[in-house]
């Protein structure tokens, strides 16, 4: 079974760009969630999407935003980049259920110049 | 979210065991613990979770103190493909409606590096 892919895996920016990620998440997998993770740290959680609907949010700015489609593929899309958002972001995605483990992406390198 | 403590790095040797620590002295009685690691240049991948019992399966065991103030994470027998960053995450309930509404708060977790 294919797992959760991300595309594009690497991505240069300039500052006050903006820039569109997106996932694929596994097979039957409705809820998506989007985490950011900067050099030497654990990842972040931005966003969750389950049926297309926004169920959590983290601590980010609107800059910051996603959506999630009826085939369950996501995109987050970052608004006016900031050197500070170069960082992986990774998206995972899990069956329904409360405890159900989350199966994360390679993620997408992202770089701000 | 209940925090976790995990030392910053452990050592093994190949084919030995290893025991990767992790207190969690202010869970709930819903909380349940989840283990999760990253291998470089890779996302995290799920390892192990448990809420009580000790639990196992192909890839370690989770061991939980009886007043689940702590739990150890155990690779039987290490190999070189165990080094990465090991997680532990407390994971609690929230919306029941509509299926998982929920977010894993991860730490700095242990880095494991495994020595042939």
């Known amino acids: 079974d294919a797992g959760v892919t991300q595309s594009p895996t690497h991505l240069i920016k300039t500052r006050g760009q903006h820039v569109t990620l997106r996932c694929s998440p596994i097979s039957g997998h409705k809820s998506v969630s989007w985490y950011q993770q900067v050099l030497g740290q654990g990842p972040q959680f931005i966003f969750q999407?389950?049926?297309?609907?926004?169920?959590g949010r983290g601590n980010f700015p609107d800059r910051f935003s996603a959506r999630q489609f009826p085939n369950y593929s996501s995109e987050l899309n970052v608004n006016a980049l900031l050197l500070g958002d170069s960082a992986l972001y990774l998206c995972?995605?899990?069956?329904?259920?409360?405890?159900?483990?989350?199966?994360f992406g390679n993620g997408t390198r992202l770089t701000v110049t | 979210d209940a925090k976790t403590t995990q030392p910053n790095s452990m050592e093994s040797n190949e084919e030995e065991p290893v025991h990767l620590p992790c207190n969690h002295s202010t869970i709930s009685g819903t909380d349940y613990i989840h283990w999760y690691r990253q291998l470089p240049s890779q996302g995290p991948e799920y390892v192990i979770h448990?809420?009580?019992s000790n639990v196992n399966n192909r890839m370690a065991s989770l061991a939980i103190a009886e007043d689940r103030k702590s739990s150890t994470l155990i690779l039987h027998r290490a190999t070189l493909r165990d080094a990465a960053v090991y997680y532990c995450i407390l994971r609690s309930p929230q919306q029941r409606s509509g299926g998982s509404n929920y977010k894993l708060t991860f730490g700095k977790g242990t880095l494991l590096t495994v020595n042939p």
């Open positions: 999407y389950y049926e297309k609907e926004e169920r």
């Open positions: 995972a995605s899990s069956p329904r259920g409360l405890y159900s483990p989350l199966h």
């Open positions: 448990g809420l009580t």
